[in-house]
């Protein structure tokens, strides 16, 4: 089973900013033959869209980060990074990140990495 692989996650004060990297696995596929997004799960909730970036480089924002939160590319990288700026508490979650395949129609979930803003 293809998994993405993240790092970043960590404890955060209020205010302050994390950023998640996210790589596929080594030879698998680069970022341009995907659509990609972060997607969270904060305890007792249902897994909810944080953003999305596609290969045209249009971005969607889940709800309340849009102005706080941005995704990137890095391509010499093989890289997707979530820069989360002015974090609140209500943003403690496992974050994961998704990508869909398009020649195959198929998303690929990485593990998750816990963030945790105290107030």
Known sequence: QVQLV?????SAQAGES???SCVPPANVFGLDLADWGWYRQAPG???ELVIALNREGETL????????????RDKNKNTIYL????LKPEDTAVYYCTAVL???SKRYWGQGTQVTVSS
């Open 83 to 86: 820069q989360m700026n002015s």
């Open 102 to 104: 398009i020649v195959l």
């Open 18 to 20: 994390l950023r998640l």
């Open 6 to 10: 993240e790092s970043g996650g960590g």
């Open 45 to 47: 909730k249902q897994r």
């Open 61 to 72: 924002y889940g709800e309340d980060v849009e102005g706080r939160f941005t995704m990137s």
